[in-house]
């Protein structure tokens, strides 16, 4: 599909804002005066003139902002637009966030891209909590917790999939629309991916929100939509229940997985453990379709690049390969934690980069990643340093890891700290860790389950990848060395840490901060990328890792 956007804007009656956010647009535009007074059709004709790049529509009666917005979308379609940008003419939206948008939709080309509003104090209190009965209306209505705000009109439309939808359905045609279209693409298992935008209501801003006539047309709607999920219940309950975040999935199978396998090396040792694993890695691999499937779509991407030892055509024993790696890697990982392997295996060329932390008592960062046996770096580091390893998962069994290994290794300094999201309250207790000389470790190559929108979006491997936000924000609060730290089993069975410097301080210069973290995100999925391609059977993320960032994502993979 080729890629060509322009932008929409309904407008009723306003004169205030609309010149100024037209001149910031570079986009074509296709304006729709929904009947409004003379003085203001005249103004907008004059903007039409000016502006090469505005298609002025009239309505000969007013149909409401859904209507204004339903011919733009048609409009736009007849012109032969790919995807429309939904902007309102009050000046509330953020059009910084414009190439935001268009860079996630032109990589997610079937997707609805649309704002989730980080308010300021302009916001009228009555009407920023009000939304929250809309809010709660549209998570009954779509079972699910996945649309964050409804009501945001700075969106982009995928045209195709949003004109038969129009087509199908009469949608409501005034304030309601913004909340219908987006259920009714919801029940339509579009994917909707929600970023956060600023939105302001300027002093001098003018709504046409009619307080009686609305809110009843809104009730009207969602009566309308609760019905309409009642008729499509048992479909949302099979898309609940075949949909999940990967942190949710994958629990079950990686805590008993390893469960047995400890069991089985206390009991006997790597040839017992590994007589136990093996049949349970061969279930996976015949029952997990969509971890087969992850690994084949990664496969696929990794062999179109020359320096992978992955062939051109990936077939499915390439995928076994990929999962009997998993396993071997779950037995050397037993191997660490009790000191069968040793220091000497293990090449560690930039070692005097740790060496001199360390030695100054500073605390760092260590951004890791489920590429490759990064258990053998913390093992490793604790075994000659003495150095406690505070380790950040995103999994709800950390406390029952932490008595594992406890088990499996008494003198173990490492500590499993289990989070559902990166807060200020992690900070705080990470930055104790840090003054006091300790390592903290984050993997940064997951989305938490509650971070929609906190993403950063990278090119991997040829597409673009969500990336969390949160492992570089909690780096910038610790204003502390930030390192990358990947360990890679070579073809002669010994390891090589890969182990460099991404900043000395990601917060040390407050303005510069969020341009920091942006590049050291990148940096870090560079970094992830080469490797991932060096050691594709070392990766581990068994599901779709170029998922939109939303929480109803599909992620079956079973084993972790």
Same mark, same amino acid.
């Given at each position: 599909?080729?890629? %060509?956007?322009?932008?929409?804007? +309904?407008?009723?009656?306003?004169?205030? /804002?609309?010149?100024? @956010?037209?001149?910031q647009?570079?986009?074509?535009?296709?304006?729709?005066?929904?009947?409004?007074?003379?003085?203001?059709?005249?103004?907008?004709?004059?903007?039409?003139?000016?502006f090469?790049?505005?298609?002025?529509?009239?309505?000969?009666?007013?149909?409401?902002?859904?209507? /204004?917005?339903m011919?733009?979308?048609?409009?736009?379609? $007849?012109?032969?637009?790919s995807?429309?940008?939904?902007?309102?003419?009050?000046?509330?939206?953020n059009?910084?966030?414009?190439?935001?948008?268009?860079?996630?939709?032109?990589?997610? +080309?079937?997707s609805?891209?649309?704002?989730?509003?980080?308010?300021?104090?302009?916001?009228? %209190?009555?009407?920023y909590?009000?939304?929250?009965?809309?809010? #709660?209306?549209?998570?009954?209505?779509?079972?699910?917790?996945?649309? $964050?705000?409804?009501?945001?009109?700075?969106?982009?439309?995928?045209?195709?999939?949003?004109?038969?939808?129009?087509?199908?359905?009469s949608?409501?045609?005034?304030?309601?629309?913004?909340?219908?279209?987006?259920?009714?693409?919801?029940w339509?298992?579009?994917?909707? &991916?929600?970023?956060? @935008?600023?939105?302001?209501y300027?002093?001098?801003?003018?709504?046409?929100?009619?307080?009686?006539?609305?809110?009843?047309?809104?009730s009207?709607?969602?009566?309308?939509?609760?019905?309409?999920?009642?008729?499509r219940?048992?479909?949302?309950?099979?898309?609940?229940?075949?949909? =999940?975040?990967?942190? *949710?999935?994958?629990?079950?199978?990686?805590?008993?997985?390893?469960?047995?396998?400890?069991?089985?090396?206390?009991?006997?040792?790597?040839?017992? /453990?590994?007589?136990?694993?093996?049949?349970?890695?061969?279930?996976?691999?015949?029952?997990?379709?969509?971890?087969?499937?992850?690994?084949?779509?990664?496969l696929?991407?990794?062999?179109?690049h020359?320096?992978?030892?992955?062939?051109? $055509?990936?077939?499915?024993?390439?995928?076994?390969?990929?999962?009997?790696s998993?396993?071997?890697?779950?037995?050397?990982?037993?191997?660490?934690?009790?000191?069968k &392997? @040793?220091?000497?295996e293990?090449?560690f060329?930039?070692? *005097?980069?740790?060496?001199?932390?360390?030695?100054?008592?500073?605390?760092?960062?260590?951004?890791?990643?489920?590429?490759g046996? &990064?258990e053998?770096?913390?093992?490793?580091?604790?075994?000659?340093?003495?150095?406690? &390893?505070?380790?950040v998962?995103?999994?709800?069994? =950390?406390?029952?890891?932490?008595?594992m290994?406890?088990?499996l290794?008494?003198?173990?300094q490492?500590n499993?700290?289990?989070?559902?999201?990166?807060?200020?309250?992690?900070?705080v207790?990470?930055?104790?860790?840090?003054?006091?000389?300790?390592?903290v *470790?984050? /993997? =940064?190559?997951r @989305?938490?389950?509650?971070?929609?929108?906190?993403?950063?979006?990278?090119?991997f491997?040829?597409?673009?990848?969500?990336?969390?936000?949160?492992?570089?924000?909690?780096?910038?609060?610790?204003?502390?060395p930030?390192?990358?730290?990947?360990?890679?089993?070579?073809?002669?069975?010994?390891?090589?840490?890969?182990?460099?410097?991404i900043?000395?301080?990601?917060?040390?210069v407050?303005?510069?901060?969020?341009?920091?973290?942006e590049?050291?995100?990148?940096?870090?999925?560079?970094?992830?990328?080469?490797?991932?391609?060096?050691?594709p059977?070392?990766?581990?993320?068994?599901?779709?890792f170029?998922?939109?960032?939303?929480?109803?994502? #599909?992620? %079956?993979?079973?084993?972790?």
């Amino acid at each position: 599909m080729m890629f %060509k956007p322009c932008v929409v804007i +309904p407008n009723y009656n306003h004169t205030h /804002a609309i010149e100024e @956010t037209i001149s910031q647009l570079e986009l074509p535009i296709i304006l729709v005066d929904d009947c409004s007074n003379s003085k203001t059709a005249d103004f907008l004709s004059r903007l039409a003139m000016r502006f090469e790049h505005v298609q002025l529509y009239r309505h000969d009666r007013n149909l409401g902002k859904g209507g /204004a917005v339903m011919t733009g979308l048609r409009e736009a379609a $007849k012109s032969g637009y790919s995807h429309a940008l939904q902007v309102d003419a009050d000046g509330q939206h953020n059009l910084v966030d414009v190439n935001r948008f268009l860079t996630l939709a032109k990589a997610n +080309p079937e997707s609805l891209i649309t704002g989730i509003p980080e308010y300021d104090a302009s916001v009228p %209190k009555a009407r920023y909590y009000a939304r929250y009965i809309t809010h #709660v209306w549209v998570w009954i209505e779509t079972l699910s917790l996945e649309l $964050k705000d409804s009501m945001c009109g700075f969106r982009i439309y995928p045209l195709t999939s949003t004109i038969q939808l129009l087509d199908s359905t009469s949608l409501g045609k005034r304030m309601d629309f913004d909340i219908e279209v987006l259920v009714r693409h919801y029940w339509r298992e579009t994917s909707i &991916i929600q970023i956060p @935008t600023k939105v302001t209501y300027p002093e001098q801003g003018l709504s046409h929100f009619r307080a009686w006539e609305d809110n009843w047309l809104i009730s009207k709607m969602h009566t309308k939509l609760f019905f309409g999920m009642l008729w499509r219940l048992p479909s949302l309950f099979w898309r609940k229940q075949k949909q =999940a975040h990967w942190s *949710a999935v994958a629990e079950r199978g990686s805590f008993w997985g390893l469960k047995l396998t400890l069991m089985g090396y206390r009991l006997g040792g790597r040839y017992l /453990a590994k007589l136990l694993l093996y049949p349970a890695i061969g279930y996976f691999f015949l029952s997990g379709g969509s971890t087969r499937r992850a690994s084949q779509a990664f496969l696929q991407k990794v062999a179109k690049h020359a320096e992978s030892p992955i062939p051109n $055509k990936p077939n499915w024993m390439h995928s076994f390969a990929h999962f009997l790696s998993f396993g071997s890697a779950s037995l050397n990982r037993l191997d660490a934690w009790v000191q069968k &392997i @040793t220091r000497a295996e293990v090449d560690f060329p930039n070692k *005097a980069l740790l060496i001199d932390t360390l030695q100054r008592k500073q605390g760092a960062v260590l951004l890791t990643s489920h590429l490759g046996h &990064i258990e053998m770096c913390r093992a490793l580091a604790e075994t000659q340093y003495r150095t406690r &390893i505070n380790v950040v998962v995103l999994t709800e069994n =950390a406390n029952k890891f932490n008595k594992m290994l406890a088990e499996l290794n008494p003198d173990s300094q490492l500590n499993l700290i289990q989070i559902s999201e990166f807060t200020p309250d992690l900070g705080v207790r990470l930055a104790q860790y840090v003054e006091d000389g300790e390592l903290v *470790a984050i /993997a =940064a190559d997951r @989305t938490p389950a509650d971070s929609y929108g906190r993403v950063n979006y990278h090119s991997f491997l040829g597409e673009l990848a969500p990336f969390p936000q949160g492992p570089f924000l909690i780096a910038a609060l610790l204003r502390c060395p930030v390192f990358s730290l990947f360990c890679m089993q070579q073809d002669s069975g010994r390891y090589r840490l890969y182990f460099e410097k991404i900043s000395d301080n990601l917060g040390a210069v407050r303005a510069e901060r969020k341009q920091r973290i942006e590049q050291a995100s990148k940096d870090y999925a560079s970094r992830l990328e080469t490797l991932a391609i060096r050691y594709p059977l070392q990766w581990f993320n068994f599901f779709d890792f170029w998922c939109p960032d939303t929480q109803d994502t #599909v992620t %079956k993979g079973q084993i972790r």
